[in-house]
Every structure is written in C-alpha cells, then in structure tokens.
C-alpha cells in the first residue's frame, strides 16, 4: 500500500528534519565566521574598499562631502598601508570589490554597516550623495556568507559609525545628521529581537557621527571629545565601570583625526600618525599605540575608524568561557 501524500518528508513526515540551530549557533558552520559584542575585544577580520577612479569624478570637495580634493595616488598608498597595518596586526583584511564603478565615498566602510553578533545590520545613508552605497555592501556580505539581519528602510536613515557597542547585551545609537529617530528605531527592534537593549543618544550640531566623538579601547576605558561627545553616552559609561579620559588636544583630533581609531585588542590601538600630543597621552593611560599615516585619505572627511568596517570581533561569551 502506497504511504499518504502528507507522510511524505516535504509535508512533515517521517525525515522531516526541522531547523533547530539558531543564527548564533550557526555562525561559524552554515554562516561564516562573524559578530562582535564589544568595543575593544581582539579583532580578527575587517571589509575595506581600497579607493579608485571614483575619487576622481567630483571638482568640487562639497559636491561630494569631502573636505579637499584628494591626490589618488597617494591615496591608493595609504590605504595599502593601512591594509598591511591590520594584516602585520593579525587582522584578516576583506575587500568590497564593486563590479561597477561606485559612489565616492564608499571607502568609509563604516557607515554602511554594523555587526551584532548574528551578523550585520545594513546602513541607509542619509545623504544622497551616498545614497545606494549600501548595495555594494549587502553584494559582499552575502559573496562572504555573512547573514544581514536587517536593511534599513523607508523613510529612516542609519549609519554604523552611529552605533557604539556599550556591553554584550546594550548599544549606544546616536541620532543627529546621519541617523534619524526612525533609523535608531528599526535598529533597535533588530537588537530586541536579540534580547540587546538600546540606549539612544543625541548629538550636538557640527558632529557627525558618535564614532568621531567616542571611542572604547577596553571594558573600563573610553576616550571622548568634550563638547562633542553625548552626555548620556559618558553617563552610561560610567554606569558600567568605565572610565572616560578627555582628549588633550582639540587640534590634533580636528585636524589629524586622533580620536577616529579603531581598537585592535583591549587597550591596543590604530591611529593616525602624526598626532604626538595625543598619542603620548593614550600612551600614559596603558594604551598601545599602532601607527599609520592617513593624512591624504582624511582630507576625504574620515579617518582610521571611519574607513574600517569591523566583521569579526571575539564575541564576549567566547572568550570567557560562556
């Protein structure tokens, strides 16, 4: 006697095998390995876009928010420094690899995502000079097998360089220029989803975004910029043990980029040369000091941190044994 229709595996039956992993429990098997928690734990692999010939289609510094014309050659040297600073560092380095000529400032990989620790929530830029960006990242990310939780979407405007990771299980995200309410709203409910509690910060007028007014180099350690950096994010911080150490010199972080980072392990960093007020002062506070010169690539209007989309960070839960 022939079994029934519905016995039949597709329907339920008997060698139905259901999926009982979660997307965390996933990672590292049927996803890549990704996520981050954290700040400042150990990082492990990076998505750059080394800059080309689309530096080269505006005159004008403001038509394409920038802050001078850039030379590309120069620029194209510094970033391969950049790259071989974070592979000598033991950081894998990824590449976007756009298969058509993008907008121009899609070397500032940062804004255009943030990673949890079930994979990455895609940015919608909030200006239309880089609206789209964005594509070139959800192409990558899926050629990498690393999950996009969520795109930012309607009317709502997000970037990653907006959110800053506070504790495993709480993010700071800053609206302002570049993130709206709605944004912050929509990245909140992902992190709901993942039981990651969200604390909205505002920032000031003239502030781009909180990554340029903040940054966490270990669980107790934090360096902001007074005057730009939000009161309720040194607030929280202090809340949660840390902290905070005010920048000693205002000219060295608005012209060199000195606060604009990125955290390599606890209490190590990859900053900018030529910043030695600054770099002498984060090494009095314990701070290992990596350094490489970025100047061509900040007349672009970012730095270290801004060019450095983070993939892979040891997730918190790992490296104490959860």
């Known amino acids: 006697m022939s079994r029934s229709f519905f016995d039949a595996a597709a329907y339920g039956g008997k060698g139905w095998q259901p999926r009982a992993a979660s997307t965390a429990e996933e990672i590292g098997r049927l996803w890549s390995a990704c996520g981050q928690d954290s700040e400042w734990a150990p990082l492990k692999s990076v998505l750059l876009h080394r800059p080309g010939p689309e530096m080269l289609t505006a005159d004008d510094p403001d038509a394409v928010q920038m802050l001078a ?94 959110a800053m990771w506070l504790s495993s299980d709480s993010m700071l995200v800053a609206d302002g220029l570049r993130t709206n309410p709605q944004g912050r709203t929509q990245v909140a409910a992902t992190l709901a989803e993942m039981g990651i509690e969200t604390l909205p910060v505002g920032l000031p007028y003239g502030a781009m975004h909180l990554m340029g007014a903040l940054r966490i180099v270990a669980r107790d350690l934090a360096i902001a910029w007074p005057g730009r950096v939000p009161f309720a994010a040194v607030r929280a911080l202090r809340q949660h043990g840390a902290t905070i150490h005010f920048l000693p010199d205002e000219s060295e972080a608005l012209h060199g980029f000195a606060l604009n980072f990125v955290t390599l392990g606890p209490r190590k960093i990859l900053m900018a040369a030529g910043n030695p007020v600054t770099r002498r002062f984060y090494e009095s506070l314990g701070i290992e000091c990596v350094t490489v010169a970025v100047d061509e690539l900040t007349r672009a209007a970012g730095g270290i941190g801004c060019l450095t989309g983070v993939l892979e960070r040891e997730l918190l839960h790992v490296m104490h044994g959860d």
């Not at 990242?137 to 970037?159: C, Y």
């Open 69 to 162: 014309t850039v030379d590309l050659s120069r620029l194209q040297a510094q970033h391969d420094l950049l790259a071989q600073a974070f592979d000598a560092a033991g950081v894998a380095v990824h590449y976007v690899q756009p298969d058509v000529m993008p907008p121009p400032n899609l070397m500032f990989v940062a804004d255009l995502m943030v990673m949890t620790p079930e994979g990455a929530i895609l940015a919608r830029p909030a200006s239309r000079v880089r609206a789209g960006e964005e594509r070139f990242i959800a192409r990558r990310l899926t050629a990498l097998g690393i999950p996009i939780l969520r795109s930012v979407h309607g009317r709502a405007t997000f970037e990653g360089a907006d």
